[in-house]
């Protein structure tokens, strides 16, 4: 009688602990779970960012930026890219204008630009400034290296900073300056950038 216990006890063990061994193998056999999501990184520039970075830029806290920062904003939507630089520039009807700067992108990296360009129109006088330049739809950062004609009725300004917009295709370019002689007046013009500074504005 106790041997028959005896092995019944066995065999109940032997069937449990099969069982156990086949639940841990299908469990070993299951896929794993997929891993969440990537937390998408943003590509383009809040208002906030962009008014942040001019500040520190321009050394100087004014809500003339803010604004025109914002009427960019509604504008064209947020920017995916931002050029800091400065640049120098005069006319008397004819003019030229020449800069050099750093193009930021969040998730293409930042390189190096220069520009150029000639203008034409009712404006006279100098300036030499700093400019803030918000970039539009850039599909990487080489296609900076265009040339960016004038968007007509484009022109802003306000409490010490100006703003105008230059095109070419989808990708757009808005400086803003800060400063006497914005020459907003009736010019027309482009801006050629380049990746190493030159000369030849055309």
């Known amino acids: 009688m106790r041997a028959k216990?005896?092995?019944a006890t066995l065999v109940l063990c032997l069937l449990g602990f099969g069982g156990g061994f086949a639940v841990a193998q299908?469990?070993?056999?299951?896929?794993?779970?997929?891993?969440?999501?990537?937390?998408?990184?943003p590509s383009t520039f809040a208002p906030g960012e962009l008014v942040?970075?001019?500040?520190?830029f321009f050394g100087t806290v004014s809500r003339g930026l803010a604004q025109v920062v914002e009427q960019a904003v509604s504008r064209w939507g947020q920017p995916n890219g931002y050029i800091l630089g400065q640049e120098g520039s005069g006319a008397f009807v004819v003019?030229?204008?020449?800069g050099d700067g750093k193009l930021y992108t969040k998730n293409a990296g930042d390189k190096r630009v220069f520009w150029e360009g000639p203008s034409i129109g009712f404006d006279t006088g100098?300036?030499?400034?700093?400019?803030?330049?918000?970039?539009?739809n850039l599909p990487a950062t080489e296609a900076i290296y265009q040339r960016f004609a004038g968007i007509d009725g484009s022109a802003y300004f306000i409490g010490g900073f100006g703003m105008t917009a230059l095109g070419n295709g989808d990708v757009i370019v808005v400086p803003i300056r800060s400063g006497v002689g914005l020459r907003l007046g009736a010019n027309i013009g482009y801006l050629k950038f380049t990746p190493n500074a030159t000369w030849n504005p055309f």
């Open 52 to 56: 942040n970075e001019g500040h520190r």
């Open 95 to 98: 003019g030229l204008r020449y």
């Open 5 to 7: 216990l005896r092995f």
């Open 126 to 136: 100098g300036e030499g400034a700093r400019t803030m330049m918000l970039v539009y």
């Open 26 to 41: 299908e469990m070993a056999q299951a896929p794993a779970p997929p891993p969440p999501p990537p937390q998408n990184r």
